[in-house]
């Protein structure tokens, strides 16, 4: 595990995103959830502080994996088609979770939303001032993403737990690809693989009216 740690940078994960579309521009699922895994070793080397996303994540991964290799797996290659196959077939609890509480649709919005959490983070940090609080820059992104969908206590024990984020320049270190500098240029590099991927997705779940999942 030490050497699995040892050579693992950021630049490698989010590049993967790259690898998330196809040439339709579709969502590849594959590629997506592996991207995804690799999210979930840079929130854990981090220690507990992103528990509370790195756990949800893992057991949504767990739920898309035995999809996209059970009986129906023909439909879960792609975003797109999984949508169409959970859709027109009537799989997705649309209003309250009843007979399809882990539906692929409900599971990847779930995935969806955290990842436009990390995006904003990541961006904020990209782009701030040398003296930024990175506590102050994740909780902006939190509350301008994923506290939407949390009760108060949640909220409020995630906002604490931020407390406990490094400097930005050890937080830019602990991306592993070189200095603080070289992270920000990384950064500005790979970013917009992400934001491609979620802006896709987004617009999908937009025309289908799957945004607000319960």
């Given at each position: 595990m030490d050497d699995l740690e040892s050579e693992f940078n950021l630049k490698v994960v989010l590049l993967s995103f790259k690898q998330c579309l196809?040439?339709?521009?579709?969502?590849?699922?594959?590629?997506?959830?592996?991207?995804?895994?690799?999210?979930?070793?840079?929130?854990n080397s981090l220690g507990?502080?992103?528990?509370?996303?790195?756990?949800?994540?893992?057991?949504?991964?767990?739920?898309?994996?035995?999809?996209?290799?059970?009986?129906?797996?023909?439909?879960?290659?792609?975003?797109?088609a999984m949508v169409a196959y959970e859709v027109g077939s009537q799989l997705v609890d649309l209003e309250r979770r009843s007979r399809h509480p882990d539906s692929g649709c409900r599971t990847v919005l779930r995935l969806h939303r955290a990842l436009h959490w990390l995006q904003l983070f990541l961006e904020g940090v990209r782009t701030s001032p040398e003296d930024a609080r990175t506590a102050a820059l994740c909780t902006d992104s939190y509350n301008a993403s994923?506290?939407?969908?949390?009760?108060?206590?949640?909220?409020?024990?995630?906002?604490?737990?931020?407390?406990a984020l490094p400097t930005r320049k050890v937080f830019l270190e602990t991306m592993n690809v070189g200095s603080p500098e070289q992270a920000v240029e990384m950064l500005g590099e790979a970013l917009p693989f992400i934001k491609r991927v979620y802006d896709i997705s987004q617009r999908l779940y937009a025309e289908h009216a799957l945004l607000d999942l319960p």
């Open positions: 196809n040439e339709k521009e579709e969502v590849l699922l594959d590629h997506y959830l592996a991207s995804w895994r690799g999210l979930v070793r840079f929130l507990t502080i992103f528990s509370f996303i790195s756990k949800d994540v893992v057991a949504k991964l767990q739920i898309m994996e035995q999809l996209c290799g059970g009986p129906q797996q023909e439909h879960y290659s792609t975003l797109q994923l506290a939407a969908y949390h009760p108060w206590i949640i909220r409020r024990a995630v906002t604490v737990a931020f407390c």
